[in-house]
């Protein structure tokens, strides 16, 4: 008899983890497949701790009290949320970037001091946002002549919070060049704490807000030149990559790229107007 209430407390029956796999996918489009339940235990501990629940179940059975439903199911996107992110994560894309997709987006805009509007649409801890910023920033140290504002969204709150402060360990500058490190990142005074900081300047030209993109409509301008959207349509189902896709498409200005993740180079051929520029980059 102890046994089963010890099971019980820390794994899901069968029902519970449909039940959390359901919401999921009709929250944010992430499939969460009979392999992933062991994670998601291990995940859920913590909340199951924090809200004083006896178990896993006891806290499913619970979940979409009203009270308790939305507060939860921010936390409960942080927990599945796979935040798999680098700096100069696919080097290549902001090599295109910076010496093809900015020069022609330039000539396109057709005036000097044009501003041109970036989105890193997974922006996770904000790395693939602030990467963007850099290349940017230094192409117009560089002598070029235009304006810019980055902006990233996620759907975890939790990696917004990290975004927003831009402090990171100093192991993941490892992917940046040394005058980027110099240039872009203040030391913290504790070196025993071996944490750097995104400067202010590159802050305030990197902005965060949360967004879904299961949701019906964007909050975003609808002339964006580049949109980042890489290694998160894996996780959906090929119905919801495509219309994820078109949605996105829709927010970009003629001439305007759309870069994916190298696993995700097919999604093109379900959208009807975009054109392939390179295996993982688009063109509307």
């Not at 859920?44 to 499913?60: F, Q």
Request: aromatic share 8%; with cysteine; hydrophobic share 40%.
């Amino acid at each position: 008899m102890m046994h089963a209430v010890q099971g019980s407390a820390v794994h899901l029956s069968d029902r519970h983890f449909r039940t959390i796999a359901e919401l999921i996918e009709g929250q944010v489009g992430i499939k969460l497949p009979p392999g992933k339940r062991l994670m998601l235990e291990g995940r859920l501990h913590k909340r199951v701790r924090a809200l004083n629940y006896s178990g896993l179940n006891e806290y499913v059975d619970n979940l979409f009290e009203a009270d308790l439903f939305e507060s939860e199911l921010t936390h409960l996107i942080d927990v599945v949320t796979t935040n798999k992110t680098d700096f100069f994560r696919e080097p290549q894309h902001f090599s295109f970037m910076r010496d093809v997709a900015v020069p022609a987006l330039l000539k396109t805009h057709g005036r000097k001091n044009a501003k041109l509007k970036i989105w890193s649409a997974a922006s996770s801890t904000g790395m693939e946002a602030y990467t963007i910023t850099m290349v940017m920033d230094d192409m117009i140290r560089n002598g070029e002549k235009f304006q810019y504002r980055v902006l990233g969204t996620d759907v975890s709150t939790a990696v917004l919070r990290l975004a927003k402060a831009g402090i990171y360990t100093r192991d993941v500058l490892a992917p940046v060049p040394d005058n980027f490190i110099k240039r872009y990142f203040l030391s913290s005074r504790d070196r025993m704490r071996g944490e750097v900081r995104v400067v202010p300047e590159l802050r305030r030209m990197t902005h965060f807000m949360r967004m879904n993109l299961m949701d019906a409509s964007y909050p975003v301008d609808r002339d964006v030149d580049i949109i980042f959207c890489r290694n998160v349509l894996i996780y959906f189902e090929r119905e919801t990559q495509r219309k994820v896709v078109q949605q996105l498409c829709t927010h970009l200005r003629p001439g305007g790229y759309l870069l994916v993740g190298h696993s995700e180079s097919m999604i093109h051929s379900a959208v009807p107007g975009l054109k392939q520029v390179q295996p993982t980059i688009f063109q509307v």
